[in-house]
Antibody, heavy 125, light 106 residues
Framework: QLQLQESGPGLVKPSETLSLTCTVSGGSISSDSYYWNWIRQPPGRGLEWIGSVYYNGNTHYNSSVKSRVTISVDTSKNQFSLKVTSVTAADTAVYYC?????????????????WGKGTTVTVSS | SSELTQDPAVSVALGQTVRITCQGDSLRSYYANWYQQKPGQAPVLVIHGGNNRPSRIPDRFSGSTSGNAAYLTITGAQAEDEADYYCNSRDSSGNPFGTGTKVTVL
């Protein structure tokens, strides 16, 4: 059974870089059946998709954060990571990692089927 | 970028039926997926590929699609179904989420 766990600092200063890691267990991050995603949720607000990475390193980003975000994969550690540069208070949120089915057929259509529990990141001096 | 619009809130009497709507152009090309989120918890997938349930999800949850809209229906709502519900799809720019609907069970 696939499990995902986010880790990283809970407090980041304004203008600095937010760095989070998602560790995948119970399956291989090198599977060609999944994308690996980051999603965030500011306090009291809805879900925002940040971006995704494939096992070969291919990435897709939300245009609203694309200039500040990098998502990468480390197959040797079965992990993928998120970096957000030049953070402000608007980046304060619960950050989730999630696996996403990489196809649309047989009853599946790019759903995010397994989520981590989430980690809270606060941007404050 | 694609937008997926949902009604902010709906209420349903215990045991009755409620339908949640998600609208967006990407739904003409890709099926919607639906997620349930309870306070302080991570989202949970309840419907995928438009109308398919993961095995652990009760059969009172169902999905459907028509044109640029997708629907999540809860038939015989239970107290534990009170939560926020988000639709999600795919488009040329990524994987947008809907604006979310808060379901209150009265």
């Amino acid at each position: 059974q696939l499990q995902l766990q986010e880790s990283g600092p809970g407090l980041v200063k304004p203008s600095e870089t937010l760095s989070l890691t998602c560790t995948v267990s119970g399956g291989s991050i090198s599977s060609d059946s999944y994308y690996w995603n980051w999603i965030r949720q500011p306090p009291g607000r809805g879900l925002e998709w940040i971006g995704s990475v494939y096992y070969n390193g291919n990435t897709h980003y939300n245009s609203s954060v694309k200039s500040r975000v990098t998502i990468s994969v480390d197959t040797s550690k079965n992990q993928f990571s998120l970096k957000v540069t030049s953070v402000t208070a608007a980046d304060t949120a619960v950050y989730y990692c999630a696996s996403q089915v990489a196809y649309c057929s047989g009853g599946s259509c790019y759903e995010m089927d397994v989520w981590g529990k989430g980690t809270t990141v606060t941007v404050s001096s | 970028s694609s937008e997926l619009t949902q009604d902010p809130a709906v209420s349903v009497a215990l045991g009755q039926t409620v339908r949640i709507t998600c609208q967006g152009d990407s739904l003409r090309s890709y099926y919607a997926n639906w997620y349930q989120q309870k306070p302080g918890q991570a989202p949970v997938l309840v419907i995928h590929g438009g109308n398919n349930r993961p095995s652990r999800i009760p059969d009172r949850f169902s999905g459907s699609t028509s044109g640029n809209a997708a629907y999540l229906t809860i038939t015989g709502a239970q107290a534990e179904d009170e939560a926020d519900y988000y639709c999600n799809s795919r488009d040329s720019s990524g994987n947008p989420f809907g604006t979310g609907t808060k379901v209150t069970v009265l």
